[in-house]
């Protein structure tokens, strides 16, 4: 299920996320949840879950800013322990990914060119390792839709702010990633996607 690094941190992050929410929300049965997903957060050193993973607690509905600046500080030790255990061109390095990316930029067109033309049209890649550029790219203005529905969904109020953050974390994951392209990461995407999208949910605070 979990082929490389990459895929285990991206799929553990929205649980993550939710999880931790839950915890500081005094719902302390999540704990040892949260602790389950984090491990490989931790572990895996990967950018774009961690990334993911800051926006979806930073972007914590009515969160006060004195708990965001914590988790502003706490982000930025943790981005320090990184480059001094692993070494600044593990954090640093993504000229290949934006290598990438202006790909998917260079072949965007209006009405786009066709789902499976950047794999079709740069086989070695396969991905555009973002799962939002490659589509507009592939729909053009047919991609549309898709962001309109992920605006709706964040816009529910019903739905708890454990919930919303979880959602922040996937769609920032399908900005700069290819979670939808994996098994794992795509399957708790979209059952996230699926359950926030739903007429019904938890109304608290958690």
């Known amino acids: 299920m979990f082929f490389n690094r990459e895929v285990f941190a991206e799929t553990a992050a929205p649980v993550a996320v939710?999880?931790?929410?839950?915890?500081?929300?005094?719902?302390?049965?999540t704990l040892a949840l949260a602790i389950g997903p984090s491990h490989p957060l931790l572990m895996c050193q990967e950018r774009?879950?961690?990334?993911?993973?800051?926006?979806?607690?930073?972007?914590?509905?009515?969160?006060?800013?004195?708990?965001?600046?914590?988790?502003g500080v706490l982000i930025g030790l943790f981005a320090v322990w990184s480059l001094?255990?692993?070494?600044?061109?593990r954090v640093l390095s993504a000229e290949d990914r934006f290598g990438l990316w202006r790909d998917a930029l260079a072949m965007t067109t209006l009405w786009g060119r066709g789902l499976g033309a950047y794999a079709a049209l740069h086989p070695t890649a396969g991905s555009a390792h973002s799962d939002a550029l490659q589509l507009v790219a592939e729909l053009g203005v047919g991609s549309l839709p898709f962001f309109l529905i992920a605006i709706r969904d964040l816009?529910?109020?019903?739905r708890a702010?454990?919930?919303?953050?979880?959602?922040?974390?996937?769609?920032?994951?399908?900005?700069?990633?290819?979670?939808?392209?994996?098994?794992?990461?795509?399957?708790?995407?979209?059952?996230?996607?699926?359950?926030i999208a739903g007429g019904k949910g938890d109304r608290g605070n958690g």
């Not at 816009?155 to 019903?158: D, I, Q």
């Open 18 to 29: 939710w999880a931790l929410i839950r915890v500081r929300a005094s719902a302390p049965t």
């Open 48 to 71: 774009s879950a961690l990334l993911a993973v800051a926006a979806g607690l930073f972007c914590r509905w009515r969160a006060e800013w004195p708990e965001k600046l914590l988790a």
């Open 84 to 89: 001094l255990v692993f070494g600044p061109d």
């Open 155 to 158: 816009s529910l109020s019903h």
């Open 161 to 195: 702010k454990s919930d919303k953050s979880c959602f922040v974390t996937v769609l920032v994951l399908a900005a700069i990633s290819f979670p939808l392209h994996t098994p794992t990461a795509g399957f708790v995407s979209a059952l996230v996607a699926g359950y």
